[in-house]
């Protein structure tokens, strides 16, 4: 027995071993049950949407459907939809510009290396999600993680830290998904008002399109989009699609095209 095979072992003693569910041939085979789907990132069904899926297949020709991007954007993958998409999410949260991702992961995983180094300060709430923290470790940032919603906690963790570093940044998210708690973005935004180094990385996957009155989230829903220096959100949840964005500046949107591996790559 290889030690791959020791491993997986394991994981079906402690009742952690993982299975990939047909979930199609689960529904076929009870076909005369309808089944809701609890456990779905598409919060408002709209995947299974018929008449949304039909309506939108009916935009699609053979001109203006692309099934391959050819190449990374850098190269030349960047077409007149990327743009104009970039433009109208900008425009809606009243930021400088937007930047477009493949998905809620590589957004995550790419963005918090390219924006810190060895002089930045990660504070990150121990229950932020994995893409966050694959992120911070592929990061040269030292990452303190604070307890859960503690923000007496956190405060400490800035006056403690802030001289040493030439930022630190906030890393949570503004609705978790597995207990559905919600972060106070105003107590947040009221610690860098305080300490001037101190930036914010909001990650609203769980939040946009079904919070605040245009949809745009908890950031929206609380006033203060513009207090929030890197605002995180997915289309892979609420609006039953696929991708990711960044709303942030028009310098940080050119820093990142630069230095984001996903993007690059």
Do not use: W
């Amino acid at each position: 027995m290889n030690y791959l095979e020791e491993k997986l072992n394991k994981k079906k003693v402690s009742g952690n071993y993982r299975l990939l569910h047909d979930i199609d041939a689960i529904q076929n085979s009870n076909s005369e049950n309808e089944f809701v789907n609890l456990s779905s990132n598409d919060y408002l069904g709209l995947g299974n949407d018929i008449q949304l899926r039909e309506e939108f297949l009916q935009t699609l020709t053979a001109s203006n459907f692309r099934p391959t991007s050819s190449s990374s954007r850098l190269l030349t993958g960047n077409t007149r939809e990327y743009v104009l998409f970039e433009k109208e999410l900008a425009s809606a949260f009243g930021a400088e510009s937007a930047l477009l991702f493949s998905c809620g992961y590589h957004a995550n995983a790419g963005i918090i290396p390219a924006i810190t180094d060895e002089n930045t300060l990660i504070l990150a709430d121990k229950l932020i999600h994995a893409s966050m923290i694959d992120g911070i470790k592929l990061s040269s940032a030292k990452c303190i993680r604070y307890r859960h919603l503690d923000y007496d906690q956190l405060e400490r963790l800035i006056a403690q830290h802030h001289p040493n570093y030439h930022s630190i940044l906030i890393i949570t998210e503004s609705i978790f998904s597995m207990d559905g708690d919600e972060t106070d973005l105003l107590k947040l935004v009221d610690l860098k008002k305080r300490y001037p180094n101190v930036l914010l990385y909001i990650d609203e996957a769980h939040s946009f399109g079904v919070r605040g009155a245009n949809g745009l989230g908890c950031c929206e829903e609380q006033g203060c989009i513009s207090d929030i220096d890197y605002i995180v959100g997915t289309f892979g949840k609420a609006l039953a699609s696929i991708g990711a964005f960044l709303i942030s500046t028009r310098i940080v949107r050119e820093f990142l095209i630069n230095t984001t591996r996903p993007c690059i790559f």
